[in-house]
């Protein structure tokens, strides 16, 4: 990671500890997928946090994600995408972990 990236990471972080909803905002190709990846990791990692985590991205980019994530840490990506409308939100509220 670049320094700015390692930057933005240390923020996030800072901010997730203060209980501070915050969002990056950079200029696109800063980095900010990595970044973002990489507090996941840090929070799984560090603070033994189970997930899940919710990604909300575009069909375009959503392959990326999954690939990024899957390329950067141990996680496990998983594209949901809702072809079954209510009845597949339906059967994920029911399912049980």
């Not at 915050?22 to 990489?38: C, H, R, W």
């Not at 990024?68 to 059967?91: F, H, K, P």
Request: glycine residues 8%; aromatic residues 12%.
């Amino acid at each position: 990671m670049r320094n700015y990236q390692v930057e933005g990471l240390n923020w996030l972080i800072t901010n997730w500890h203060v209980k501070r909803n915050v969002i990056l905002a950079d200029e696109m190709g800063l980095g900010k997928t990595i970044q973002t990846i990489s507090f996941m990791n840090h929070l799984v990692l560090t603070r033994h946090s189970r997930g899940p985590f919710l990604i909300i991205a575009p069909l375009g980019t959503i392959n990326h994600w999954k690939k990024t994530i899957e390329e950067w840490t141990n996680l496990n990506g998983v594209i949901y995408y809702d072809v079954y409308g209510l009845d597949g939100r339906n059967e994920i509220k029911n399912y049980e972990f």
